[in-house]
Nanobody
Framework: QARLVESGGGLVQPGGSLRLSCRPSGMITSTFNGNDWGWYKQAPGKQRELVAS???????NYADSAKDRFTISSDSSRKMVYLQMNSLRPEDTAVYYC????????WGQGTQVTVSS
């Protein structure tokens, strides 16, 4: 079973940027390429929600809160999924996770993003 490893979070001021990375450790390339991937966030006291997604044909989709600020991408050769986050706002503060869109892999530990002055 692949293990999802997220990284790249941190403390940033409003208006700042972060790039999150997700590495499905132990996953073979064909499995990675056969999945549609998503970045999810879970703020304190709230349910986990999908922020951005990318299909295996590179089609992307974003939650309204992420449009025009976030960009999801993937690198098949490295088996990595990224989330470039720009113009960050305090309401983006959350733990960010990656998973496929079926949410069928065990959740990783996530990476904390805190936007605060």
């Amino acid at each position: 079973q692949a293990r999802l490893v997220e990284s790249g979070g941190g403390l940033v001021q409003p208006g700042g940027s972060l790039r999150l990375s997700c590495r499905p450790s132990g996953m073979i390339t064909s499995t990675f390429n056969g999945n549609d991937w998503g970045w999810y966030k879970q703020a304190p006291g709230k349910q986990r929600e999908l922020v951005a997604s990318i299909t295996n044909t590179r089609r992307t989709n974003y939650a309204d809160s992420a449009k025009d600020r976030f960009t999801i991408s993937s690198d098949s050769s490295r088996k990595m999924v990224y989330l470039q986050m720009n113009s960050l706002r305090p309401e983006d503060t959350a733990v960010y996770y990656c998973n496929n869109l079926k949410e069928s892999f065990d959740w990783g530990q996530g990476t904390q993003v805190t936007v605060s002055s």
